[in-house]
């Protein structure tokens, strides 16, 4: 009898103990000052970059060279364009969130509350994916509410797409701060991870994307801030958005597997 009550219970404790894990990580994520710190760097960032290349569109077309005119150009794809430089602001939640405690000592404290490394990593996880996914629709509105306005006549702000395209961006912006966690699971370090990232996100793509060889552009695409970026757009080539998000939410899921790895191989 005492067997089925335990084996009964299980699914109950086990949401339970996740429900309270979460809360734990929103606790100690959301009174950390470096976190609003880092959240209004980004929006500023967003701020700066939206608006310079808002100028940037309405001057080509009103200067006197006829070759470098833009033409009429969607609010929403200023704000993708932002989202490049953006993005490593925001990443600094997803590894801090992993990588402070570390530094600090304070995940010994962390995993004797949640002995479970799996439980501790996916609490943290989801309240990374929350906060960066609303950070990232912030970030959006404040991006499109800069952009139009410089743009003026030059740009043309569709309901349904500008909506959409915030939605994408919040998004993309909560799957790489999930592999920014997940990588900083496995690092440890927050400049190694954050190394790790540019390496990942940028350099090694462009380096393949150089020399324009058809193959090693192919490699490239399937890097997560390639595949991203071809989310973002809506590209059709070389594969559907569709396939762009799973690619990325894949590098999402294979760093947090890694980190969980490391997690359970390797004492706190």
């Not at 949401?15 to 734990?24: D, E, I, N, Q, S």
């Amino acid at each position: 009898m005492s067997a089925r009550t335990d084996a009964g219970t299980r699914p109950a404790i086990a949401p339970a103990a996740f429900r309270g894990a979460v809360a734990a990580e929103w606790t100690k994520l959301s009174s950390v000052r470096s976190s609003w710190w880092t959240a209004l760097a980004g929006l500023l960032v967003m701020a700066a970059s939206a608006g310079q290349l808002a100028i940037y569109i309405a001057n080509d077309n009103t200067n006197d060279d006829p070759t470098d005119d833009r033409g009429i150009v969607t609010v929403g794809s200023v704000l993708i364009d932002s989202v490049e430089l953006t993005q490593y602001v925001v990443l600094a939640l997803g590894l801090l969130a992993i990588t402070a405690e570390f530094t600090s000592g304070t995940i010994r404290t962390t995993l004797q509350c949640t002995p479970s490394r799996g439980r501790v990593l996916l609490a943290k996880a989801a309240v990374t994916g929350a906060v960066t996914f609303a950070l990232g629709l912030l970030l959006g509105g404040v991006g499109i509410l800069v952009a139009r306005p410089v743009l003026a006549e030059w740009g043309s702000a569709p309901a349904a797409d500008t909506v959409g395209d915030i939605v994408a961006v919040a998004a993309y912006l909560a799957l790489v701060g999930v592999l920014a966690l997940g990588l900083g699971a496995a690092l440890r370090s927050a400049v190694l991870t954050l190394t790790v990232l540019l390496a990942t996100l940028m350099i090694v793509p462009l380096s393949l994307q150089e020399p324009d060889i058809d193959v090693l552009n192919r490699i490239a695409d399937v890097f997560p801030g390639v595949a991203g970026g071809h989310f973002l757009a809506g590209d059709t080539e070389p594969y559907p958005p569709v396939v762009g998000l799973l690619l990325l939410a894949g590098w999402a899921g294979a760093a947090l597997l890694l980190g969980r790895a490391a997690l359970r191989r390797r004492d706190a």
